[in-house]
């Protein structure tokens, strides 16, 4: 009698896991959605088809998932402009290499191509960073990590207004906010995946910016 084949294992399908980036990743979704004070950390495991302990397990508190989310833009954004303030890798106006230090101009303009990029790669966690208003510590801290970048920011600008490489009848406060307002602006519209990748729209920002603040008596 011949033997009966033996059955295929049976395939047992549980739930889905989730790593530390996943969850922060929905819980910056829902905060961005629903803002950070009307999510609860059960509204993160529910979307997740996770228990709440399971998330714990993940972060100590909803407070622990802001912090993180917003470690990760300004982490982003400080390293783009340790390497703008730095020089390296920073070409002449003239788009030529170069052995000389970099000048203000030339840092200033791979600051805000590297926010552009910072803030393209990491969309909703800038997205939520820049609507957090103080109301927490983590929230206060946040800001002062904020207050920080603009303040050397600005010094960039001060620095390629003295160069001559900026118009100078305007004030340089007001040069940094309008310059960093138009990046900060894309994540209203900007959308990953689109038909404009992150090279366009570096290069269109920063056309759109430095040709409007090249100095004419310069020119």
Known sequence: ????????????????GHDRAAVLQRAVELFNRQGYDATSVGDVAAALGLT???????FPSKEALLSAALDEALDGLEAAIDRAVAGSDVLTQDEGPHTAAPTAYARLHRAVEESVHVLVRHLPAVTLLLR??????????????RRALDDRLGELVRAA?????LRHDLPPDVITRLVFGTVNSLTEWYR??????????????????FDGLADGDRA
Do not use: C, Q
Request: aromatic residues 4%.
């Open 161 to 165: 207004v003295k160069e001559g490489a």
């Open 1 to 16: 009698m011949p033997t009966a084949p033996a059955s295929a294992p049976v395939s047992r399908r549980g739930r889905p």
């Open 52 to 58: 709440k302990s399971a998330i714990y397990h993940h």
């Open 132 to 145: 957090v208003r103080g109301n927490s510590a983590v929230e206060t801290a946040a800001l002062d990590r």
């Open 192 to 209: 990953p995946g689109g038909p404009v990748g992150a090279d366009e729209v570096a290069r269109f920002v920063t056309t759109l910016v």
